[in-house]
């Protein structure tokens, strides 16, 4: 991105802005469904075998899940009817787009956020019990984790 210059600041090429703007963020409303890395989509449709469009590569699910036209809300929210099906009542998925928003978040410079989810679409099984725990549990990194209902 170097040499490319901003269109709010002509003078000053990404890589200074970037500088400039260096500093601690807070992010206030993120939802976890639209927060899922591409590579986990892929990952996860691939160990499942469950089909995303046709999508064999990074690139493919990307194309399949991101909007390339403003459209309506309806239009918008049906990428969800995509991917939603590799995530819900898999308690292990839905750790791993948890784990994986916090990294983003972090090496994006974000020391605070607030991460929004609907359980009724996530853990939609009834098999899953993982949001009846009323204690944190203590996962192999040592991070202690807990639904707030």
Known sequence: MAGVESLNHPSLAIDEIRKQFNFPKVELHIHLDGAVR???????????????????????????????????????????DLFIPLIAGDKDAIERIAFEVCEDEAKSGVIYFEARYS?????????????????????????VKQLIF
């Open 38 to 80: 591409h590579q986990t989509l892929l990952d996860l449709s691939m160990e499942k075998n469950i089909d995303i469009n046709g999508a064999k590569t990074v690139e493919e699910i990307r194309d399949a899940v991101i909007a390339h036209q403003p459209a309506n809300l309806s239009k918008m929210l049906s990428a969800f």
């Open 119 to 143: 359980p009724h679409l996530l853990c939609n099984t009834v098999k899953n019990t993982a949001a009846t725990s009323k204690h944190g549990v203590y996962t192999k990194k040592g991070l």
